[in-house]
C-alpha cells in the first residue's frame, strides 16, 4: 500500500511563492499527481511527476526525488484565486486507483 | 458531454435508507472510478471500471455499496441500509484509459445521512 502525507493547512501572502510538500512511503511506486480542489468543486489535475526534477508550467511546478520519497508544489505569484486544497497522490504499479493524501488547504491573505 | 456529470449534487437521506449516485462520464472515456471523500480524509478508492472488464470492487467499504455501469457508459453507485458514517462527498472520475492520462473529475454527490 501507500502512505501519504501532507501538511493539513498553510497561509501565505498574495504576490508570494509557496511550497506544499508531500512525502509518501510506498513499494512500486510510479509516479506522483498533484490535483487542485476548490471549496464545493471537483478536483482538478495539475501535475504528474515521474521522473525526478522539477517540471514547470506557468506559476505552478512540481518537483519529484524518487530516492527520498518526497515531492513539492511550488506556487509563484500567488494570487486569491489560488486558495483552495491541494491533493497529493501516489501511482503505484499493479494498482488500479491513486492514493491520495488529506490535502493541504491553502489560505492566500493580502 | 464537456465534463463528467453527477446527479444529485446534493442528498440527504434517513438512516437505514438506500441511496443511489449517478455518474456520467465523458463520452469516450473507457475507465470510470468511484473515491469517497470524507472530512479531514484523503480521497478513498470504492470501485473502478475498465471497459467491459469485470470491475476492481476492493475499495467498497461493505456489502451495503455497489456498482454498475451499463453500457460502458453511465454508472450507478448504490448504498444501501445507509449509515451515518457513509455521509461524504462521492466523487466519480474518468480517464481515456488508465491513471497516466490523468482523472477528470466530477463535483460530485454530497450525501448526508440523517
Known amino acids: 500500500g501507500q502512505n501519504i502525507d501532507q501538511p493539513t493547512e498553510m497561509t501565505a501572502t498574495e504576490g508570494a511563492i509557496v511550497q506544499i510538500n508531500c512525502t509518501y512511503q510506498?513499494?512500486?511506486?510510479?509516479?506522483l499527481f498533484w490535483y487542485q480542489q476548490h471549496a464545493g468543486e471537483a478536483p482538478t489535475f495539475l501535475s504528474y511527476?515521474?521522473?525526478?526534477g522539477l517540471e514547470e508550467k506557468g506559476r505552478f511546478s512540481s518537483f519529484l526525488s524518487r530516492s527520498k520519497g518526497y515531492s513539492y508544489l511550488l506556487l509563484k505569484e500567488l494570487q486569491m484565486k489560488d486558495s483552495a486544497s491541494y491533493l497529493c497522490?501516489?501511482?503505484?504499479?499493479?494498482?488500479?486507483?491513486?492514493?491520495f493524501g488529506t490535502g493541504t488547504r491553502l489560505t492566500v491573505i493580502p | 458531454g464537456a465534463g463528467v456529470s453527477q446527479s444529485p449534487s446534493n442528498k440527504v437521506t434517513e438512516k437505514g435508507k438506500d441511496v443511489e449516485l449517478r455518474c456520467d462520464p465523458i463520452?469516450?472515456?473507457?475507465?470510470l472510478y468511484w473515491y469517497r471523500q470524507s472530512l479531514g480524509q484523503g480521497l478513498e478508492f470504492l470501485i473502478y471500471?475498465?471497459?467491459?472488464?469485470?470491475?476492481?470492487k476492493s475499495g467498497l467499504p461493505s456489502d451495503r455499496f455497489s456498482a454498475e455501469r451499463t453500457g460502458g457508459s453511465v454508472s450507478t453507485l448504490t448504498i444501501q441500509r445507509t449509515q451515518q458514517e457513509d455521509s461524504a462527498v462521492y466523487l466519480c472520475?474518468?480517464?481515456?484509459?488508465?491513471?497516466?492520462?490523468?482523472?477528470?473529475f466530477g463535483s460530485g454527490t454530497r450525501l448526508t445521512v440523517v
Open positions: 472520475a474518468s480517464s481515456l484509459g488508465g491513471l497516466r492520462y490523468g482523472y477528470t
Open positions: 510506498t513499494s512500486g511506486f510510479n509516479g
Open positions: 511527476n515521474v521522473l525526478d
Open positions: 497522490a501516489g501511482d503505484q504499479t499493479g494498482a488500479n486507483n491513486l492514493f
Open positions: 463520452s469516450g472515456h473507457t475507465a
Open positions: 471500471f475498465q471497459g467491459n472488464s469485470a470491475p476492481d
